[in-house]
C-alpha cells in the first residue's frame, strides 16, 4: 500500500546544503495479503466444566519479529481481552508459554490444564496466543483466539460432589472422576477433588488413597501398606479448603469382584490420631475384569508399616533424606559473574556441593521396590537482579521399578516431573529397614526444561543424587540460608570512596614551571604534606570528572606523598585539580591550553570492536533472549564499527583519537538495557592506552548509568601504533578496567574484551618536531647502538624514534617520511 525509493545524497555536512548527489530508484512491493497466525484448541466443544480438562492448543504462522521471544498461549472467559492493548494479565484460567525453540516452521503444540469448577456454561471462553514477556504490551501481530464452549448445566463455582449447590467450605466432600466402570486392564488416572478440608487437621496437608475398601474404614489410624495408589497433597496446595490430584491407578491391579474406594485422612502424624478428614468415595470396575496375574499385587489387608508416609509407634527405621546437587553448571552460572545471583536454602541444607532434604513421607515398598518417598525443604535460585528466580521445593523420588524412577519437584509452587533417574546404574543397599541408593544418574525430562527457564534441554546429564528411603527426619547437617553468592562485580575504582568533585583546591604547591607541564600533558613529580607518617593507600585524584591515577601511594615518615606521572590526555581545555586524598585532602588547580603548538589533527578514521565475543552470545541465547542496536555504526560477524574519527596527536604521540555511533545492548525483558557510545582511544605518548566510552542506561543488575568518557578497558599495543602515509593504524588487546566493572556491571575487573583495532587520517601538513628527551635504557650492548627507522618515501612529514642508551643524548630529528610511534615502558614494566 506504500511506495518506496533507493535515494543517494552527499555525505556528512554536505548532506544539508549540496543536491548535485540527489538521485532515486523506485521499488515495488508485490501485493500480498496478510494471513497472520491461527490458532486451534481440542477439545473445543461441549466441555464438562465438572472435572478437569486438559487442552491441547495448537499454532501456525507463527513467525517473524513478533515470535521472537516465544508465545503466551492463555484460556480464559471471553471479553477478559480482545487484543486491543496490551495483554491483560490477570483473569486467566490457565496460561503458559511456548518457548522460541518450540516453534518449528512457526508451528506449535502446547497443553494447559483448566481444573475441575472453573467453568461456567453461561460464559463464552477462548483459547489465546500473544506475544511473549516484553511484546506483550506492544506487538500485536501474534494476537490469535479460538473459541471454546461449555457443556449445559456447569456452574462456576461448584460443588465437587453436587454441580448444582454453591461451594460450602465447611462441608467436607470428596469427589472421584471418572468413578464408575474402570478398565482394570489399563491405567486410570482418577481426578480426586475434595472441599471442607480446613482447620488444623489439614496443616500438613491430606493423604489421598487408593484400595480395596476392606483396607481401611476409617476405625483407627490410616494404614500404610495395602493401598494401590496413595498422593499427598501439600498445605500449600489446598485453597480455602479445596484442592485437585491426580491418582494413577496402575493396568492389572483391579478385579471385578472386590469394592474399591479413594478416601482421605490427615497427613503425617495426624494420620494416627486425627479421624476429622477421613471421607470415602466409591470406584466401581468393569464387570469382568480380573488383575493380570504377572503382576505383583498388594496384601488387601492392613499390615505394620514399614516404611514412610507412616511409621508405627516403636518401629525403629533410619531417617530418610535426599541429597542432590542439582547441575554443577548451573550452580556456577548463578554464582558467576553473569546472572550474578545467589542460591538459599530452606528447611534444607548444603554441604559437600549437594543440596540435603529430610524426608517427610511416602509410601515406597521395599518388598515390591516400588513407590514415593518424599522430602521437604527448598532450594531458591536468583540471578540477573531478580529476573531469574526459581525455588525448587519438596522433591520427591517415585519409585516406578527397582531400575528407574522420577525426580519431581515443586517449581514455584507447581509440580513438574524435572528428571529421570536411573536407579538401576545407582550403589544400592538396605540398613535399618531404610533403602539407599547411592551417586543415582539423573537426566533432565522434557517435561522439567522449563523448570529451568529453558537453560538446558530434554536429556541433560544433571547432578547425581543420593536418595535414603526411611522414615520421616530432618535434614542432614550441613549449611543453611544463603549458601551461594556471587561476588560483586562492580567494584569500586580506588580503595576508598572518591567523591564527585575536588575535596581540597589548596595544599600542593607547584612552580610555575610545573603547573605548565603538568596542564601540557608531561610527565611531572608532584609532592605534598600534612599526613600521617608513613600512611599507605593514599590516592591521587584528578578532576572535572574524577579519574583515579593512582590508589596506593605512601607517606614517608615525615608524612610526605609523592606522585610521578602526567595527566590523562582525554582532558578537556581548561581549569582541573588534581588532588591528594587520604588522611587529609590536598590540591592544585592547574589549566590544559586550548591547543598545544605542533598538535597533528586527525580528520577521519574508525575503530573495530566486538565488546566481547562471549556477551554476545549470551545475549542473543535463551536466557537473555537480547539482542543489539545500533546508531551510527556498523556490525560485521559480531565486529562493530565506530565511525568519524577525530582528535589531535602531539609530537610524543600524546592525544585522543574520538570515534561516533553507538551501540544498545537489551536483554531480559528490557531490564539490561545499557548502551555504549562515542569510544575514544586516549594515548599516553609513552605506550600506554586507553578505551573510553560514554555509558547510559541500565546495567543487569537494574542499576541506572548515565556516565561519559568513562575509562573502560585498559589497552595494550604491543608493537605501538605506526602512521604510514598519512594514515595512523593499531591493534590492541583490552581489559576492563574496575570504572568499566562498576558502569557495566557484569563482569569483574580484569576480565579480557575482544581486541581493539583503530585507524586515524592524520592531516597531510603534519610536521611535528621531535622531542627533546631523554630516557635511560638497559646498559646493555644492543642498546649502545642507535637504531633508526628506515625511511618509507621521498615525501611527507615524518618522525624519527631512537633507542636511547644509558648516556644521556639529545637527538634533534629532520624531517623524514615515516611517522612510527613506539611501545616504551618505564623501567618497572621492562
Not at 528428571?419 to 550403589?427: C, E, F, N, R, T
Amino acid at each position: 500500500a506504500k511506495r518506496y525509493v533507493v535515494a543517494s545524497s552527499a555525505a556528512h555536512g554536505l548532506s544539508a546544503t549540496d543536491r548535485t548527489l540527489d538521485a532515486f530508484a523506485p521499488i515495488t512491493v508485490a501485493s500480498i495479503v496478510p494471513t497472520g497466525p491461527t490458532l486451534s484448541v481440542t477439545p473445543s466443544t461441549n466441555v464438562d466444566g465438572t472435572v478437569s480438562n486438559t487442552f491441547t492448543v495448537t499454532g501456525a504462522g507463527y513467525t517473524g519479529f513478533g515470535a521472537s521471544q516465544g508465545v503466551y498461549v492463555l484460556i480464559g472467559e471471553d471479553g477478559i481481552w480482545s487484543g486491543e492493548g496490551p495483554l491483560v494479565a490477570d483473569g486467566w484460567l490457565a496460561q503458559g508459554w511456548v518457548m522460541p525453540q518450540q516453534i518449528v516452521g512457526g508451528t506449535f503444540s502446547t497443553t494447559l490444564t483448566v481444573t475441575a469448577g472453573k467453568f461456567d456454561s453461561a460464559k463464552d471462553y477462548v483459547a489465546a496466543s500473544s506475544a511473549a514477556h516484553g511484546l506483550s504490551v506492544t506487538d500485536r501481530s501474534m494476537d490469535a483466539f479460538a473459541s471454546i464452549t461449555v457443556a449445559s448445566g456447569t456452574v462456576d463455582p461448584v460443588d465437587p460432589v453436587d454441580p448444582e449447590v454453591p461451594v460450602d467450605p465447611s462441608v467436607l466432600k470428596l469427589v472421584v472422576s471418572p468413578s464408575k466402570d474402570l478398565d482394570g486392564a489399563k491405567s486410570n488416572v482418577l481426578t480426586v477433588t475434595g472441599s471442607g478440608y480446613t482447620g488444623a487437621s489439614a496443616a500438613q496437608g491430606v493423604y489421598v488413597v487408593f484400595g480395596e475398601k476392606s483396607v481401611w474404614a476409617g476405625n483407627g489410624p490410616l494404614p500404610a501398606d495395602g493401598w494401590i495408589a496413595l498422593e499427598w497433597v501439600r498445605p500449600d496446595q489446598i485453597s480455602k479448603g479445596a484442592f485437585t490430584v491426580k491418582v494413577t491407578v496402575p493396568a492389572g491391579k483391579l478385579d471385578a469382584a472386590r469394592s474399591y474406594v479413594v478416601a482421605t485422612s490427615a497427613a503425617h502424624g495426624l494420620s494416627q490420631t486425627d479421624r476429622s478428614l477421613d471421607v470415602f468415595a466409591p470406584v466401581t470396575v468393569k464387570a469382568g475384569t480380573k488383575p493380570d496375574p504377572t503382576t505383583p499385587t498388594e496384601p488387601t489387608t492392613p499390615t505394620k508399616p514399614t516404611t514412610p508416609p507412616v511409621v508405627a509407634p516403636g518401629t525403629s527405621v533410619d531417617g530418610g533424606s535426599l541429597s542432590w546437587g542439582v547441575s554443577e553448571r548451573f550452580v556456577a552460572y548463578i554464582g558467576g559473574p553473569i546472572a550474578n545471583g545467589s542460591i538459599t536454602v530452606s528447611g534444607a541444607t548444603r554441604s559437600g556441593g549437594a543440596f540435603q532434604f529430610g524426608q517427610s513421607g511416602g509410601d515406597y515398598n521395599a518388598g515390591t521396590g516400588r513407590g514415593t518417598a518424599e522430602y521437604s525443604g527448598s532450594v531458591s535460585f536468583r540471578g540477573h537482579g531478580g529476573l531469574l528466580d526459581l525455588t525448587f521445593a519438596d522433591p520427591v523420588l517415585r519409585v516406578t521399578s527397582p531400575q528407574s524412577g522420577v525426580l519431581s519437584v515443586a517449581v514455584n509452587g507447581s509440580r513438574v516431573d524435572l528428571a529421570s533417574v536411573d536407579l538401576g546404574a545407582a550403589s544400592t543397599s538396605v540398613q535399618n529397614g531404610a533403602t539407599r541408593f547411592a551417586n543415582a544418574p539423573v537426566s533432565l525430562l522434557a517435561t522439567g526444561v522449563s523448570a529451568f527457564d529453558g537453560f538446558y534441554g530434554a536429556g541433560q546429564v544433571l547432578a547425581p543424587l543420593t536418595a535414603v528411603i526411611g522414615s520421616p527426619a530432618a535434614a542432614p547437617a550441613g549449611d543453611s540460608g544463603t549458601v551461594v553468592s556471587a561476588a560483586s562485580t562492580a567494584t569500586a575504582s580506588t580503595k576508598r570512596d572518591i567523591p564527585a568533585t575536588p575535596p581540597a583546591t589548596t595544599g600542593i604547591v607547584l612552580d610555575t614551571a610545573t603547573l605548565a607541564a603538568l596542564g601540557a600533558g608531561e610527565t611531572v613529580t608532584v609532592t605534598a604534606a600534612g599526613f600521617e607518617a608513613n600512611e599507605e593507600d593514599i590516592a591521587a585524584v584528578v578532576y572535572s570528572t574524577p579519574i583515579v591515577l593512582a590508589d596506593d601511594l605512601s607517606a614517608d615518615a615525615a608524612g610526605n606523598v609523592t606522585w610521578t606521572g602526567s595527566i590523562p590526555a582525554s582532558l578537556e581545555p581548561g581549569v582541573h585539580t588534581l588532588t591528594f586524598q587520604g588522611s587529609t585532602n590536598v590540591g592544585v588547580e592547574f589549566t590544559v591550553p586550548v591547543e598545544k603548538a605542533g598538535v597533528c589533527k586527525v580528520t577521519a578514521g574508525s575503530l573495530d570492536w566486538g565488546f566481547k565475543e562471549s556477551f554476545r552470545s549470551y545475549l542473543t541465547s535463551g536466557i537473555a533472549n537480547g539482542d543489539w542496536t545500533l546508531s551510527g555504526t556498523t556490525e560485521d560477524a559480531g565486529v562493530f564499527t565506530f565511525v568519524d574519527g577525530s582528535g589531535s596527536l602531539d609530537e610524543s604521540g600524546r592525544g585522543v583519537l574520538a570515534y561516533t555511533g553507538a551501540v544498545e545492548f537489551t536483554g531480559h525483558d528490557g531490564a539490561l538495557d545499557t548502551t555504549i557510545a562515542n569510544p575514544k582511544v586516549e594515548l599516553d605518548g609513552d605506550g600506554g592506552a586507553f578505551l573510553l566510552l560514554d555509558v547510559t542506561g541500565t546495567t543487569q543488575d537494574g542499576q541506572p548509568i548515565d556516565l561519559k568518557s568513562v575509562r573502560f578497558a585498559e589497552l595494550e599495543l604491543g608493537d605501538g601504533v605506526a602512521v604510514v602515509d598519512g594514515v595512523l593504524n593499531g591493534e590492541a588487546t583490552a581489559v576492563l578496567t574496575a570504572d568499566g566493572s562498576a558502569a557495566f556491571g557484569t563482569y569483574p575487573a580484569g576480565e579480557a574484551l575482544d581486541p581493539v583495532s583503530f585507524t586515524a587520517t592524520v592531516s597531510s601538513d603534519c610536521v611535528v618536531a621531535a622531542p627533546a628527551a631523554v630516557e635511560a635504557v638497559e646498559a646493555d650492548s644492543e642498546s649502545a647502538e642507535t637504531e633508526a627507522v628506515e625511511p618509507i618515501s621521498e615525501t611527507g612529514s615524518t618522525w624519527w624514534i631512537w633507542a636511547l642508551s644509558a648516556a644521556l643524548l639529545v637527538i634533534v630529528l629532520a624531517i623524514i617520511a615515516v611517522l612510527v610511534i613506539r611501545s616504551r615502558r618505564n623501567s618497572t614494566e621492562s
